[in-house]
């Protein structure tokens, strides 16, 4: 109840400002019809190449693909990092040097290695993405109890038996809090890497608003984002307390 009526005090305050009082350039900030037109428009008659279903669809498929691929590669990367001594020092130093970069900065070099197309936005929300999940199971892999990982080794669990028995279920809060945050990373990332030579996407309606100095769409457009972000983030939640029953009700929306 409390965050409906946030949302109601904003939607009144936001009429309030924009349309009654005046108080906002409505050149500055749309007025809530404004921006409802546009959402319709851009529903039915299309906006940016596209209607809105096809630019919500490429853009959750460029997520998906770019956030997988990081996941499947950054996770199992973590906890052997977290495990070994010797596979940290192999990968370590190099993985520092590459931590640093900002993703958007690996934006040039994916257009010279893929063109323009979904590929170089696949990359760039891969490196977004996998740097979280790497340096999150890494930790927790190291916050395992040394007498359990000590008992295990006693027992003679080894190999796959001490991935699947003992790495992964003591590590899965640290590295469901990495997935989070590499999907944050996602989003963001994709909607900067589709501002450049994107036929579809979300980002792309931002490009082509700000080009046209259509504020109404641009917000349409942001909301989006954030709709699609919410709705991701909450279905990790769903697969977070599938996968840890017994903190189920503590995982954050």
Not at 49 to 65: P, T
Not at 72 to 90: D, I, K, T, W
Not at 104 to 118: F, Q
Not at 151 to 171: D, F, H, I, N, T
Request: hydrophobic share 55%; aromatic share 10%; glycine share 10%.
């Amino acid at each position: 109840m409390v965050g409906v009526t946030t949302v109601v005090v904003f939607l009144v305050l936001w009429y309030l400002a924009t349309t009654v009082t005046g108080l906002v350039n409505p050149s500055r900030f749309p007025r809530p019809n404004e921006v409802w037109a546009a959402f319709s428009f851009i529903q039915t008659e299309g906006y940016g190449n596209g209607k809105l279903y096809q630019h919500v669809f490429h853009s959750l498929q460029l997520v998906a693909m770019g956030f997988a691929v990081a996941v499947s590669v950054g996770v199992p990367l973590g906890l052997l990092m977290g495990y070994s001594r010797r596979a940290e020092a192999l990968i370590n130093p190099a993985f520092l040097l590459l931590r640093p970069i900002p993703p958007l900065a690996w934006i040039p070099l994916a257009i010279v290695w893929l063109g323009l197309d979904d590929g170089s936005k696949i990359l760039v929300i891969f490196v977004a993405a996998f740097v979280p999940s790497v340096i999150n199971s890494y930790t927790g892999v190291r916050n395992i109890e040394a007498p359990m990982m000590e008992a295990a080794r006693m027992l003679g669990v080894k190999g796959w038996r001490m991935v699947a028995e003992v790495l992964v279920p003591g590590s899965l809060p640290m590295i469901f809090t990495g997935l989070r945050l590499s999907l944050q990373a996602s989003w963001t990332t994709l909607v900067a890497a589709e501002l450049i030579g994107a036929l579809y996407g979300l980002g792309s309606i931002l490009n082509q608003a700000a080009q046209d100095i259509y504020p109404a769409m641009i917000l349409v457009a942001m909301v989006l984002v954030g709709l699609c972000g919410a709705a991701t983030t909450w279905l990790l939640g769903q697969l977070e307390n599938r996968a840890m029953p017994w903190r189920k009700g503590r995982v954050a929306a």
